[in-house]
């Protein structure tokens, strides 16, 4: 009995000291919300940037053809990790790299840094599944399931070249592309709010 009425005083105890306590407030106001880091450029700055056939690529969706020079240069790098040749953004490695025989570079999954966005495709009469990058929204390629390569996720991203920017493994990463001036502006109106709030 002693128990069971030691414990219900703890019990009445504990919800008064909880209910005494006030909500932390703030007179700080949120920091600026942005959807997302996304590089963000005009045509004419991706043109200047990019070769035509990257252009075409990855700002316009384009393919370029099986089984090209780019695919024959592909089939050649040894060990490394595949950028965004728009935006430098990481999207896959040697690791994941497979041989499909269709004529365009192919990989069973995206790496570890998960640059790579999945969205339905409804062009050309048929419905598919396009990779782009997360960061610029460069079309990649499509991505299929089902096709029975004996790879550990029945997967094949199939990707243009023109998309890709190949780094050996000992070389020096390219750098990340500036993000979009909206977000540049975003983020320097945060860092002056928080050091006026100090």
């Known amino acids: 009995m002693k128990l069971v009425s030691t414990l ?4 009445a105890t504990a919800l008064i000291v909880c209910a005494q306590e006030k909500p932390q407030t703030t007179d700080k106001k949120p920091a600026v919300e942005t959807k997302t880091d996304k590089v963000v450029k005009t045509e004419d700055e991706w043109r200047k940037m990019l070769t035509p056939e990257q252009y075409r690529v990855t700002r316009t969706a384009g393919t370029e053809r099986p089984f090209g020079e780019a695919y024959e240069e592909f089939n050649k790098q ?22 499909s025989g269709c004529g365009w570079p192919s990989f069973y999954d995206t790496s570890k840094a998960k640059g790579v966005l999945e969205k339905k495709d409804s062009s050309h009469g048929m419905v598919r599944i396009e990779t782009v990058c997360k960061r610029c929204d460069a079309h990649l390629g499509h991505v299929f399931e089902g096709e029975g390569y004996a790879t550990p996720t029945n997967r094949r991203f199939c990707i243009n070249a023109a998309a890709l920017k190949f780094v050996a493994g000992n070389e020096k990463k390219p750098e990340l592309k ?3 001036k909206a977000k540049a502006e975003a983020a320097e109106a945060r860092k002056k709010e928080e050091a006026a709030s100090k």
């Open 8 to 11: 219900t005083l703890l019990s």
């Open 78 to 99: 040894g060990e490394g990790t595949y950028f965004c040749v728009c935006c430098g953004a990481e999207l896959f490695t040697s690791k994941e790299k497979f041989h």
């Open 178 to 180: 500036d993000l979009d």
